[in-house]
T-cell receptor
């Protein structure tokens, strides 16, 4: 069955430091991957997505992610974080077979806390 | 252009009461979704509607019903609320099932 594992539930980091949020997936068919961000008391917003092509995907707010097929990973990175990046980040994979085909399977989320 | 809107923003129910959560989108999207979000669980799909006139179960449909009223609106109904349904509910829409989903601001539901 397809699944998404976010390895860290919480990541504290100081402002202007680099950050990496880890995501591993399992999928036996073609892979379509997403990162969403949820700011406090808001809905989810798409950060970036990988559908095909270049394995390095650039998103909004300076974030990027790299698709690594051999390691089944899609880690999210930012070279220098700001206080405003404090939010919860969700990795998701598109379901490609069975019931609910085409729908998203979400990881449990990683809370990024940026400290001054 | 409001995107995806949800009402109400917050609701408190007693066990056994019923209520309907409303969702509307103004992006002319074909597909709409209802998720619930619980701490440490991520988002789980309750029901979705691939297109107007169709609805299908997601991962956690028990205790819920949905209605795709028209292309814009997709409601979620709790017939007899239970404390286990205390959660934050998100509606989302996309042009097609395979496309990027856009989320509403959520409804916080507390069942006592």
């Amino acid at each position: 069955a397809q699944s998404v594992t976010q390895l860290d539930s919480q990541v504290p980091v100081f402002e202007e430091a680099p950050v990496e949020l880890r995501c591993n997936y399992s999928s036996s068919v073609s892979v379509y991957l997403f990162w969403y961000v949820q700011y406090p008391n808001q809905g989810l917003q798409l950060l970036l997505k990988y559908l095909s092509g270049s394995t390095l995907v650039k998103g909004i707010n300076g974030f990027e992610a790299e698709f690594n097929k051999s390691q089944t990973s899609f880690h999210l990175r930012k070279p220098s974080v700001h206080i405003s990046d404090t939010a919860e980040y969700f990795c998701a994979v598109r379901r490609d077979y069975g019931g609910s085909q085409g729908n998203l399977i979400f990881g449990k989320g990683t809370k990024l806390s940026v400290k001054p | 252009n409001a995107g995806v809107t949800q009402t109400p923003k917050f609701q408190v129910l007693k066990t056994g009461q019923s209520m309907t959560l409303q969702c509307a989108q103004d992006m002319n999207h074909n597909s709409m979704y209802w998720y619930r979000q619980d701490p440490g669980m991520g988002l789980r799909l309750i029901y979705y509607s691939a297109s107007e006139g169709t609805t299908d179960k997601g991962e956690v449909p028990n205790g819920y019903n949905v209605s795709r009223l028209n292309k814009r609106e997709f409601s979620l109904r709790l017939e007899s609320a239970a404390p286990s349904q205390t959660s934050v509910y998100f509606c989302a829409s996309s042009e097609m099932v395979m496309e990027t989903q856009y989320f509403g601001p959520g409804t916080r539901l507390l069942v006592l």
